[in-house]
C-alpha cells in the first residue's frame, strides 16, 4: 500500500505511480500478441504444416488470436477516447492496460466475438467498456467515444490488406494469404456492423446524443438486444447475402478476392475436415 497524506490523499509521487500502472500494458494482451505472431510466421514459414488438420489448427491460432487482439484494441480505443474526454475512470478499471480479463462483460468481450466467428464466420464485437457518461461533456465528444471502436476495426483491416496491394505476399502460402484475408473480411464486418444505428451497437452511440430525450428514453431498453437481433438476422438468406456482397465489395477494393476469403474460412474451421487449399 503506498504512503498518502495525513487526508487521506495520494500524495502527487504515489499518484503518478499509480498511473504508471493503470497504463502499463497487461502481460495478457502481450501474449495474445505473441501468439498470433508466432502462429502467422509458422504459417508463412510453411514448414512441417504439410498436413491440412495441421495447417487448419494453426490458421485457427493465428485468427482467433489475431481477432481477440483486435477485440482489446477495439475496446482500448473507447477508453482512451473517454479519457481525453472527461471521463478519467477509465484508467483505474484496467482499461488502458489493454487486458481482456478487465473488460466489464468478459462474455460479451470475448466470448460471445469469437462464438459469431465459429459460427458464421462474422467479426461482431460485444460491448465491453463501462465509460462513466456523466463525465463526459458535449455531444461530439460522446459520438467520437462510440465512434473510435469501430474506427480501430477498419483501421486494422487496411493494416491486414495493406500487404495484398503492395504485393508482398506474392510466392507466400496460400494457407497464410488466406488466413489474413480472412482476418482483414472479420475487421470490415465489425467496423460496419457496429456502424449500424442499432441500440447497443456504437453506430447507435455516435447519433444517440443527438437525438431527442424522448426517443432516446424509447430505445434505451432496446440496448441490451441489439447485438442478438443483428446477429439473428443476418441468419435471413436475402439479407445475409446483402450484407455479404457489401462486405465483399470493400474487400475488393482492398485487393482481396471472396475466393481467398472462403479459403480462409475453411482453413478455419480446420474440423470439418475441408482445408480448401
Known amino acids: 500500500m503506498t504512503p498518502s497524506d495525513p487526508s487521506g490523499a495520494l500524495s502527487e509521487r504515489d499518484a503518478r505511480v499509480l498511473s504508471r500502472r493503470e497504463r502499463r500494458v497487461s502481460p495478457v494482451f502481450l501474449a495474445l500478441v505473441a501468439l498470433a505472431a508466432v502462429a502467422g510466421w509458422a504459417l508463412l514459414r510453411g514448414r512441417g504444416l504439410a498436413a491440412g488438420t495441421a495447417t487448419g489448427l494453426v490458421v485457427f491460432v493465428f485468427v482467433s488470436a489475431a481477432w481477440v487482439v483486435s477485440l482489446c484494441l477495439h475496446e482500448y480505443a473507447h477508453a482512451r477516447t473517454a479519457l481525453h474526454s472527461g471521463d478519467i475512470s477509465v484508467a483505474a478499471k484496467g482499461y488502458l492496460t489493454l487486458n481482456p480479463l478487465k473488460y466489464t ?69 496460400a494457407a497464410f494469404r488466406s488466413a489474413l484475408a480472412f482476418l482483414a473480411m472479420l475487421q470490415v464486418t465489425a ?79 480446420f474440423w470439418d475436415g475441408a482445408p480448401g487449399a
Open 191 to 269: 467496423a460496419v456492423l457496429n456502424f449500424l444505428p442499432v441500440p447497443g451497437l456504437d453506430g447507435y452511440g455516435v447519433v444517440e446524443p443527438w437525438l431527442p430525450a424522448r426517443l432516446r428514453a424509447k430505445l434505451a431498453p432496446a440496448a441490451g438486444w441489439g447485438l442478438l437481433a443483428v446477429f439473428a438476422l443476418l441468419w435471413i438468406p436475402e439479407l445475409n447475402r446483402a450484407f455479404f456482397d457489401a462486405v465483399y465489395a470493400l474487400l475488393g477494393a482492398l485487393d482481396i478476392n471472396e475466393a481467398e476469403v472462403r479459403w480462409g474460412w475453411d482453413w478455419y474451421r
Open 105 to 173: 462483460h468478459a462474455l460479451l468481450s470475448i466470448v460471445l466475438p469469437l462464438l459469431f466467428v465459429v459460427m458464421g464466420g462474422i467479426g461482431l464485437p460485444g460491448g465491453a467498456v463501462f465509460i462513466e457518461r456523466g463525465r463526459i461533456h458535449g455531444r461530439l465528444k460522446h459520438s467520437l467515444v462510440s465512434a473510435a471502436g469501430p474506427l480501430t476495426n477498419a483501421a486494422f483491416a487496411v493494416a491486414c490488406a495493406a500487404p495484398f496491394w503492395l504485393g508482398l505476399l506474392d510466392g507466400a502460402p
